[in-house]
């Protein structure tokens, strides 16, 4: 049973760099998430996809930050021109369906110099 | 809005100490209710959940009840082990909000 993986675990950049993650949830799990935390925080919701399409974003989410899950399978979070309030792990998680437990992968950390 | 308040840490225990860490919730719905935990370089793990009022979810010796008069799913441990320190969040999912609320997060340290 794999669980959700991300990829990389770490990246660091430099300021005005764009920076891509990857997020492949648990299989046939249709509904996956991402959730930012910083340090000494809980984890804040960004957005989330049911399949390919995505629902909702947060304000959080700036123009900078864009998501995708082009088939409905892995996820990708892109944040461009980076800032150093970027800085922070980058979770993301899935679940089965509606309401179901949402199961959260490793994180990428990404830290913004 | 809906939004969640955690007893502060750090928490320090001897092993085989009382654990309780406080959880207050305010929601505009009927939320389900969770404790999540996460170990040092591991991600975050369900410890247990508790979906309508006077639920108690439990997992691992842990215990937690909806008490929805008080607005509260306080985290409860007869016995910690040293294997319990970690970081525990309590989170809240809103049905039709699609997504959690945490709070900010305990650090339990337990030592020998």
């Known amino acids: 049973d794999t669980g959700v993986s991300q990829n990389p675990r770490h990246k660091i950049t430099k300021r005005g760099q764009n920076v891509t993650f990857r997020c492949d949830p648990i299989?046939?799990?249709?509904?996956l998430y991402w959730y930012r935390q910083t340090l000494g925080q809980g984890p804040e919701f960004l957005t989330y996809?049911?399949?390919?399409?995505?629902?909702?974003k947060s304000r959080l989410l700036s123009d900078r930050f864009s998501a995708e899950r082009p088939k409905g399978s892995f996820s990708t979070l892109e944040i461009q021109r980076t800032e150093q309030g970027d800085s922070a792990m980058y979770l993301c998680?899935?679940?089965?369906?509606?309401?179901?437990?949402?199961?959260f992968g490793p994180g990428t950390r990404l830290l913004v110099l | 809005g809906n939004s969640v308040t955690q007893m502060e840490g750090p928490v320090t225990l001897s092993e085989e100490a009382f654990l309780t860490i406080n959880c207050t919730y305010t929601?505009?719905?009927?939320?389900?209710l969770f404790w999540y935990v996460q170990y040092p370089g591991e991600g975050l793990q369900l410890l247990l959940k508790?979906?309508?009022?006077?639920d108690k979810g439990s997992n691992k010796g842990f215990e937690a009840t909806y008490r929805k008069e008080t607005t509260s799913f306080h985290l409860e441990k007869g016995s910690v082990q040293v294997s319990d320190s970690a970081v525990y969040f309590c989170a809240l999912d809103d049905f039709g909000n699609e997504k959690l609320t945490f709070g900010t997060g305990t650090r339990l340290t337990i030592i020998p």
């Open positions: 996809f049911q399949n390919e399409a995505q629902l909702e």
């Open positions: 929601a505009t719905g009927y939320p389900s």
């Open positions: 998680a899935s679940s089965l369906a509606v309401a179901e437990t949402q199961y």
């Open positions: 508790a979906t309508k009022a006077d």
């Open positions: 299989s046939e799990h249709n509904r």
